[in-house]
T-cell receptor, first 112, second 115 residues
Framework: GNSVTQMEGPVTLSEEAFLTINCTYT??????LFWYVQYPGEGLQLLLK?????DKGSNKGFEATYRKETTSFHLEKGSVQVSDSAVYFC???????????FGAGTRLAVHP | GAGVSQSPRYKVTKRGQDVALRCDPI?????LYWYRQALGQGPEFLTY????????KSGLPNDRFSAERPEGSISTLTIQRTEQRDSAMYRC?????????????FGPGTRLTVL
């Protein structure tokens, strides 16, 4: 079946540290891959996406590359800020429509 | 412009009561999705509409759950004879099209608590 596995949190970093949140997937067919973010007290927002192998999604300094050979879509940011503190969800969709399958989420806490 | 809205934002009900959760998608969006999110988990798919047609309801847990979108816009998720295990955040999302890769825009969610 189709599934997403994310690294467990919480991840605690100092401001300006380098961030990696690992995400691997299992899918039949060729999925599209997404990172969603949920800031405290807010709903889910799309952070970035990639729809085919070797595509790189980027937004707000975050990047993730669709790696078909390792079935991964790791999220990275070179220098995190306190305002990046949130829960990050990796997700995939596969098939004729856009049913999303989410990972369990990774909580990031950035302190000054 | 206006995003996806959901109402009520919070609903507390007693076991055995019926509840109706409303979703108002972004105007013109063809596709509408319902998800359920337990605390500390990612959202789980419940059902999908393309216009007014319910094309996938495979994620609905049992026959107490139903959904409709009669005019291809506003959708209602109904839970009959609620149970404590139904307590969760219910999220609605819409997208312009229905193909893989389309961005889904999520509403703020309805927090349901069943006592």
């Amino acid at each position: 079946g189709n599934s997403v596995t994310q690294m467990e949190g919480p991840v605690t970093l100092s401001e300006e540290a380098f961030l990696t949140i690992n995400c691997t997937y299992t899918a039949t067919g060729y999925p599209s891959l997404f990172w969603y973010v949920q800031y405290p007290g807010e709903g889910l927002q799309l952070l970035l996406k990639a729809t085919k192998a070797d595509d790189k999604g980027s937004n707000k300094g975050f990047e993730a590359t669709y790696r078909k050979e390792t079935t991964s879509f790791h999220l990275e940011k070179g220098s995190v800020q306190v305002s990046d503190s949130a829960v990050y969800f990796c997700a995939l969709s596969v098939g004729g429509y856009n049913k999303l399958i989410f990972g369990a989420g990774t909580r990031l806490a950035v302190h000054p | 412009g206006a995003g996806v809205s959901q109402s009520p934002r919070y609903k507390v009900t007693k076991r055995g009561q019926d509840v109706a959760l409303r979703c108002d998608p972004i105007s013109g969006h063809v596709s509408l999705y319902w998800y359920r999110q337990a605390l500390g988990q990612g959202p789980e798919f419940l059902t999908y509409f393309n216009y007014e047609a319910q094309q996938d309801k495979s994620g609905l847990p049992n026959d107490r759950f139903s959904a409709e979108r009669p005019e291809g816009s506003i959708s209602t998720l109904t839970i009959q004879r609620t149970e404590q295990r139904d307590s969760a955040m219910y999220r609605c999302a819409s997208s312009q099209g229905g193909s893989g890769g389309d961005t889904q825009y999520f509403g703020p969610g309805t927090r349901l608590t069943v006592l």
